[in-house]
């Protein structure tokens, strides 16, 4: 079985994330997203400062998002980030479940490329540091 890096948080769902029904709106999914890739990223030991610092940007061309039920306020949701791809761009798998009942509320992907900071230029392959980061990732596991 293929090894692969994930991350996982809780969050809390806060009464102002939330509609007159105290359902989550759905614009919010993708920062409980982010919550998870954050982490994820800290755990392989290249987070947004780091990017910088070895003059790469990573955004977000791509995001897909499937709502299967929705999060609804108070309620605690554990949000998983996996990293599925890192050769050429890095595509990231997320599941949003309920903590408590482990029912599955959301789950969708993100695509970031990579892009040289210092002229602008898309990357077609995946930078070096970045590729050496996630092997040794990949070792610790």
Known sequence: MEKRLSAEVQVRIPFH??????IVW???YT???EIARCALFDLIGYNYAEMEA???SWPI???HLKYIRPAQFGSL???????TEYENRLS?????SD????????KGYSRQVAVDMSNGELQFAAPQVLVEKIECALRAL
């Open 92 to 96: 990231i798998d997320y599941l949003i």
């Open 61 to 63: 061309v791509e995001c």
């Open 54 to 56: 070895s003059g790469y």
């Open 31 to 33: 920062k409980y997203f």
């Open 26 to 28: 759905h614009g919010h």
């Open 77 to 83: 949701v554990r949000v998983s980030a996996t990293l």
């Open 17 to 22: 994330d939330c509609d007159m029904m105290r």
């Open 99 to 106: 903590d408590t009942s482990g029912e599955r509320l959301t």
